[in-house]
C-alpha cells in the first residue's frame, strides 16, 4: 500500500465523519422544533455507511497483490419515523386542540455520545494521515 492510498482511505472517512457530524448537529439544533416546512415536527436523522465499491480493474490488483483496500462513503441519510413526543404545553402556538405540543424524538445524550464517537473516529483518521506522512519523511531521511 503506498502513501497515497493510505491518504485516500483515511481522507473518505473523515469526509464520511464530518457529515455525520452535520446530521448529529441538525439533530441538536432541531430538538424543540415542533414545526417544519414539511409539517408536524422535525424528524431526527440518522447517518449510514457504506464501504466505496472498487472498479473491476482495481479489485483485480488488489487481489493480484493480496491486498483489498477500499474506503468509506455516506450511503444514505435516513428520517427517523418513530411517533414524536407528546408534551402538555397549553400555551404553546403549535399545540393541538388537547393542549400538547409535539416534539421531535431525539434524545441529547444520545446525540452527544454519537458526535463523541464521530468526534474520535475523525481524530483517528487524522492521526493515521499524520503517521503515514511521519513514515514518509523518514523514509526520505534514510535516502540522504
Same mark, same amino acid.
Not at 503506498?2 to 472517512?13: K, M, N, P, Y
Not at 455507511?49 to 450511503?75: C, H, W
Not at 405540543?101 to 444520545?110: C, G, Q, T
Given at each position: ?7 485516500? +482511505? ?20 432541531? !430538538? ?7 409539517? *408536524?415536527? =422535525?424528524?431526527?436523522?440518522?447517518? =449510514?455507511?457504506?464501504? +466505496? ?10 487481489? +493480484? ?5 477500499? *474506503? !468509506?462513503?455516506?450511503? $444514505? /441519510? ?8 407528546? !408534551? =402538555? ?7 393541538? $386542540? ?7 424524538? /431525539?434524545?441529547?445524550?444520545? $446525540? /452527544? ?8 473516529? =475523525?481524530?483517528?483518521?487524522?492521526? !493515521? ?11 526520505? $531521511? +534514510?535516502?540522504?
Amino acid at each position: 500500500m503506498d502513501l497515497f492510498t493510505t491518504f485516500d +482511505i483515511a481522507s473518505s472517512a473523515m469526509r464520511a465523519q464530518r457529515t455525520r457530524l452535520n446530521t448529529i448537529s441538525s439533530n441538536l439544533a432541531n !430538538v424543540e422544533t415542533t414545526s417544519t416546512p414539511e409539517g *408536524g415536527p =422535525y424528524k431526527r436523522k440518522s447517518t =449510514y455507511f457504506q464501504t +466505496i465499491p472498487m472498479a473491476f480493474e482495481d479489485r483485480l490488483q488488489n487481489s +493480484i497483490a493480496s491486498k483489498a483496500l477500499q *474506503g !468509506v462513503k455516506v450511503k $444514505e /441519510i435516513l428520517e427517523d419515523d418513530s411517533e414524536p413526543q407528546k !408534551v =402538555y404545553n397549553p400555551s404553546h402556538p403549535d399545540a393541538d $386542540e388537547f393542549g400538547y405540543i409535539s416534539l421531535p424524538n /431525539i434524545s441529547v445524550l444520545k $446525540e /452527544i455520545v454519537d458526535m463523541s464517537s464521530a468526534v474520535r473516529s =475523525y481524530e483517528a483518521n487524522t492521526t !493515521v494521515i499524520k503517521s503515514a506522512k511521519r513514515m514518509a519523511l523518514k523514509a526520505l $531521511e +534514510i535516502g540522504r
